[in-house]
């Protein structure tokens, strides 16, 4: 396939108003301490929607002005592609609810589950769906209320996350600007590590396992040290993988916007790619970890904050529970 055969044409986001810093813990009974999560994780503050703030709602606020910068109407879109790991609701998918939300009459609507890579994930299958020929234009879109699912009495968890939703409109390259657009994109998974951050029940498979099941058994539940480790190799390699692949190497990347969990994680991923901290866009201090609305947010802030221009060549990269892991070079 030759490249670019898309383009990104405008993002934006929706991010829930209620701020909680790292001091609100204490007022909810979490044992925990600013300076520890601030040295360990780099996040100061994250933001939690309230209850009618909802997946589907932050999804169509970030939409809605992807929709506007893109300068493209809900009718002109073919598909929507939803990435979340907090669906409002198990059946049918979120996407089709941010459709009819949008009144996307024409568009195909699906859910991508590949926690926090969603968005490289939904980013490569609307590519696809594009070389294919099936569609012109694309909203993908990436929301997260982790909120919902974390487990508020694991301290070790509860302080990482955020919710908020960020959105990307994808159109098909125009041919008098064939440099612009996505140059390469990689995907890989390995599940035989599935149980190192997982939710063990609230899926199809009931019971479960007797062992697994105790009365916080829908909430996330993550081995911090083990993923830590697979992250940073698995970004590391991702890195590498895109940027070979788009025939670039870390010097020709402007800037370097990966998934935003931890700025340790973030730190050593730049390092291996030889990017220098200064071309790292990091907002983890401000939002938490929001799963695969990471990314979509962090670049509809680098759009905004004039860090990502015309011409400007980006390097995306991902690592979530599954394990998912993937990277993705696109120019502006
Ligand atoms: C979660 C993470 C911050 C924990 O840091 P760590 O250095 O590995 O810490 P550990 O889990 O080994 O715990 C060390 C101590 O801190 C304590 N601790 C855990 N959470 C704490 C918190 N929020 N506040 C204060 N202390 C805490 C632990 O209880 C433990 O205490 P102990 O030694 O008395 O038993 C770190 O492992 C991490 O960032 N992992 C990656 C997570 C991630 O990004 N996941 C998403 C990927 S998409």
Redesign the pocket.
């Known amino acids: 396939m030759k490249r670019p055969v898309a383009y990104l044409a405008g993002t934006g986001r929706g991010i829930p108003t209620k701020v909680m810093t790292n001091h609100d ?1 204490a007022a909810i009974g ?4 600013h300076d ?2 601030v040295e ?2 780099g996040i100061v503050q994250r933001h939690i929607g309230r209850d009618d703030e909802t997946t589907t709602s932050m999804a169509a606020t970030a939409a809605r002005a992807a929709m506007q910068r893109a300068g493209v109407t809900a009718g002109e879109i073919d598909a929507i592609v939803l990435s979340t790991a907090t669906p409002d609701r198990l059946l049918p998918a979120t996407a089709v609810d941010l459709q009819a939300e949008l009144g996307a009459t024409r568009a195909a609507a699906f859910d991508i589950s590949a ?2 890579t969603g968005w490289i994930y939904g980013m490569t299958v609307a590519e696809g769906l594009m070389a294919s020929g099936v569609i012109e234009t694309a909203l993908v879109v990436s929301a997260e209320k982790m909120s919902a699912i974390v487990d508020w009495k694991d ?6 996350f955020g919710d908020g939703a960020g959105a990307t409109v994808l159109k098909r390259a125009k041919k008098e600007r064939d440099t612009h657009g996505i140059l390469s994109a990689y995907m890989r998974s390995d599940g035989t590590l599935a149980e190192l ?1 997982w939710r063990p029940s609230g899926g199809a498979k009931v019971p479960y396992s007797q062992a697994v099941l105790d009365d916080r058994s829908t909430y996330v539940k ?1 081995a ?2 083990e ?2 480790k697979h ?1 940073v190799r698995s970004m590391a390699e991702a890195c590498d993988r895109a940027l070979d692949a788009a025939r670039l190497t870390g010097s020709d990347i402007d800037i370097l916007i990966p ?1 935003q ?2 700025v ?2 973030i730190e050593a991923t730049a390092k291996h790619a030889n990017i220098s901290m200064d071309k790292v866009y990091v907002n983890v201090d401000r939002y938490g ?1 929001t ?1 695969s609305a990471s990314i979509p947010i962090a670049l509809d802030e680098a759009i905004e904050r004039g860090r990502v221009r015309e011409g400007t060549t980006a390097l995306f990269v991902a ?3 599954g394990f998912t892991w993937g990277s993705m070079v696109a120019r502006f």
């Open positions: 813990f979490i044992e925990t301490d520890w999560i360990r994780t926690a926090c301290r070790s968890t509860c302080v990482l951050l993550m911090g040290r993923v830590f992250a998934h969990a931890n340790r994680i970890n799963s690592f979530g529970a």
